[in-house]
């Protein structure tokens, strides 16, 4: 595999390099580069402005794809999240750039994303104190469906997994950074307002004498419905692949890729 010198495509100065990052935000110009084919291509710069006050003081963006997708009709009726309230399918998905070999903390967090996805935009924006990324566009392609499905009620759930066609289609996909807070070895994302362990950031877990309870936030929204996936348990987790950081969903979803849009 050829060497890639790891260098801003905007003004050339050196990039941080995290293990298996495929997106990389300088610290210099502001701005981003995704490693696609060997090489270093400028990449997008939207980002999501904060949405949730944070009393934490180390707060930054981690990237994400946002799928744009219409979900296929189904035979099944008409699910609920709570007996009486529809369920309200969400039109985009976002897929976190980040290492998805967490399992269950992961998910969790891309469903709380993909659910409020509809009350926020990207606005572009110069970087500051952003993450890399572990996951390219092909790679969050092969986890879109993975992700929709952990936003779907869990009886539905199981009646797509017997599916022969994936539920959804989707276009190409947007990159996006997400605002966080980060604080005793805790990730605070402030949009979804979702609390998870900053592992996901590919970072090493905290010793047990820096990891203490924190206040990230001093106001958290609602919890979403608990239809959900139960972390750590769900058979829709993603699956990582040793050595790469990316991931690719388990054997018994199609993956939905761009060949596939709609």
Not at 61 to 67: E, L, S, T
Not at 122 to 133: E, F, I, S
Not at 175 to 181: C, G
Not at 190 to 219: C, K, Q
């Amino acid at each position: 595999m050829p060497l890639v010198r790891l260098a801003c495509s905007h003004c050339g100065n050196d990039l941080p390099a995290p293990r298996d990052a495929v997106l990389f935000a300088c610290r210099a110009c502001g701005r981003a580069s995704a490693l696609a084919d060997g090489r270093l291509a400028p990449a997008s710069t939207a980002s999501v402005p904060i949405r949730l006050p944070t009393s934490a003081n180390a707060t930054g963006h981690y990237p994400g794809w946002i799928f744009s997708v219409t979900w296929a009709e189904t035979p099944f009726g008409v699910p609920t999240s709570d007996g009486a309230s529809p369920w309200r399918r969400p039109d985009r998905i976002v897929v976190p750039s980040l290492a998805p070999e967490t399992g269950g903390a992961y998910l969790r967090l891309a469903r709380a994303l993909s659910l409020s996805a509809d009350s926020w935009s990207p606005v572009n924006a110069p970087l500051r104190d952003a993450t890399g990324g572990q996951i390219g566009e092909p790679e969050a392609a092969r986890l879109l469906v993975t992700v929709a499905l952990a936003c779907v009620p869990s009886a539905l759930r199981r009646k797509l997994l017997e599916a022969d066609t994936p539920p959804l289609r989707a276009g190409p996909a947007t990159l996006a950074w997400l605002p966080f807070a980060r604080a005793g070895g805790r990730l605070l994302d402030l949009v979804a307002g979702i609390e998870v362990t900053d592992r996901l950031l590919g970072a090493p877990p905290p010793a047990a004498t820096d990891a203490p309870a924190s206040p990230l936030a001093s106001t958290r929204p609602p919890a979403h419905d608990t239809a959900g996936p139960t972390p750590g348990t769900d058979a829709t987790a993603p699956v990582s692949r040793a050595g790469t950081g990316a991931a690719t969903a388990p054997r018994e979803l199609e993956p939905v890729g761009p060949g596939r849009a709609g």
